[in-house]
């Protein structure tokens, strides 16, 4: 044995904690979890952040996303038009 010892989740869930960032992709940079495609790591990380937030903040980022949805669509339809 070389007596290298790699980073247990202890260690791995405080860091994750001082990042603000889910466990789980700290668990999984340090070997502890298999990798996972990055569109859902930014999912997690995502949720992680929304889940911090109280009622209020929540809604008005649900307020902002379907905005730029619609935008998105309306720019869309302008173009095909």
């Known amino acids: 044995m070389s007596g290298i010892r790699g980073v247990g989740f202890d260690t791995s869930r405080a860091v994750a904690e001082a990042l603000n960032v ?6 999984r940079a340090a070997g502890l979890l298999p990798p996972e495609a990055e ?5 997690l990380h995502l949720w992680h952040l929304f889940s911090q937030l109280d009622e209020d903040d929540q809604e008005d980022i649900f307020v902002l996303i379907e905005a730029k949805i619609k935008r998105k669509q309306s720019k869309k339809n302008a173009k095909i038009k």
Do not use: G, L, S, T
């Open 22 to 27: 889910p466990p789980v992709i700290v668990f």
């Open 39 to 43: 569109d859902n790591q930014r999912q």
